[in-house]
């Protein structure tokens, strides 16, 4: 059966929705440069700026925290476990989204927030957990909002695991606290170059 004007029409129409839902949901081009994240996803800096302010915790070692999580990837999960070397199976853990946040830590997070509703694959939602979730941390723990590599031990292992010194026998985890230190003040260096024009235009964009 030949497709009619109307099919036509309405296939195009999908199609540019999908593609549209896809641009907007990929990450930004330059993970390692905040300014040109901020500039490409314009939304971002608001959301990141918003949860700086509720929260206490630098844009910086929110982004920081986030771009070594996910690589600022909307749907990312931990990559699936082999059964007898190449069958896919389960994952490993829960967790999803930018923030890579477990079902139980999201469940909490939203419980003592009111942020019902919240997904772990909007950003917003995801930069103000990484807020809150750091609050808590400086709370429970002492470590400063400005520490991105305890911060970030922190969120890795958990509160108690933290406690334990978990991380202590897990090299490669210290390699990594370590690169987000280093990427937190690399965005820090670069946001100051940028951070005054991201404030003039901020509260202009639509989203």
């Known amino acids: 059966m030949s497709a009619t004007p109307r099919d036509v029409i ?39 700026k918003a949860s700086e302010k509720r929260w206490g915790t630098p844009v910086h070692v929110q ?17 699936r476990g082999r059964l007898l070397g190449f069958i896919p199976w389960s994952r490993p853990s829960s967790a999803y989204g930018y923030p890579q946040a477990k079902d139980d830590t999201w469940d909490w997070y939203i419980r003592k927030t009111g942020n019902r509703g919240a997904d772990r694959d909007d950003f917003a939602d995801a930069v103000d957990f990484v807020g809150w979730y750091t609050t808590i ?3 429970k723990l002492g470590i400063s909002k400005w520490d991105a ?26 390699k990594v606290s370590d690169k987000v230190d280093r990427q937190a003040k690399r965005y ?7 951070e005054q024009d991201l404030d003039k235009g901020w509260s202009f964009w639509p989203f």
């Open 10 to 48: 309405l296939w195009s129409f999908l199609g540019s929705f999908s593609l549209l839902s896809g641009c907007a949901s990929s990450p930004p081009g330059d993970i390692n440069n905040i300014c040109s994240i901020f500039k490409e996803k314009k939304g971002w800096y608001k959301s990141a």
């Open 63 to 79: 982004m920081a925290i986030l771009r070594q999580e996910s690589a600022f990837r909307d749907d990312a999960q931990p990559p």
């Open 137 to 139: 941390t400086h709370d």
């Open 149 to 174: 590599k305890h911060q970030y031990l922190a969120y890795h292992e958990g509160h108690g695991g933290y406690l334990k010194r978990s991380y202590r026998n897990k090299a490669w985890l210290l």
């Open 188 to 194: 820090a260096r670069q946001l100051k170059s940028c």
